[in-house]
């Protein structure tokens, strides 16, 4: 996957990270540890997983666009803590009974 290349598809209300400095925000303010478990709507280019991968115990990205799911598959196969997952996140939510207030997911 070429970052920064890829045009963000806006029927499917996509916008990239890719201002470094706002990743850093994010990342900070999520204040994760190894015992967490980040469930990321909509990777895109993986700007962000990356970063949460560094942090987290786990993060599990769910994209719709099949265009980008190829990519991030192959950005993340070395990757143990992150699984790349093709599907529309409702659906993804519905099929795995999605509760925020039970682990291994946590709303904040």
């Known amino acids: 996957m070429q970052e ?4 963000p598809n806006k029927l ?5 990270l890719r201002d470094k400095n706002v990743l850093r925000q994010i ?4 204040n994760l540890t190894k015992d967490d478990t980040v469930l990321e709507v909509g990777p895109g280019e993986g700007v ?3 970063g949460l991968a560094r942090q987290a115990g ?3 990205a ?4 099949k265009n980008l799911v190829a990519g ?5 196969a070395n990757n143990k803590n992150v699984e790349i ?10 099929e795995k009974n999605f509760n925020p207030l039970k682990p291994p997911f946590q709303g904040g």
């Open 4 to 7: 920064n290349k890829l045009k």
């Open 12 to 16: 499917l209300g996509q916008n990239f």
């Open 27 to 30: 990342i900070a303010a999520a």
């Open 48 to 50: 962000l997983t990356e």
């Open 58 to 60: 786990r993060v599990i």
């Open 62 to 65: 769910v994209e719709k666009d």
């Open 72 to 76: 991030l598959k192959a950005k993340f």
């Open 85 to 94: 997952i093709e599907g529309d996140i409702l659906k993804f939510l519905n």
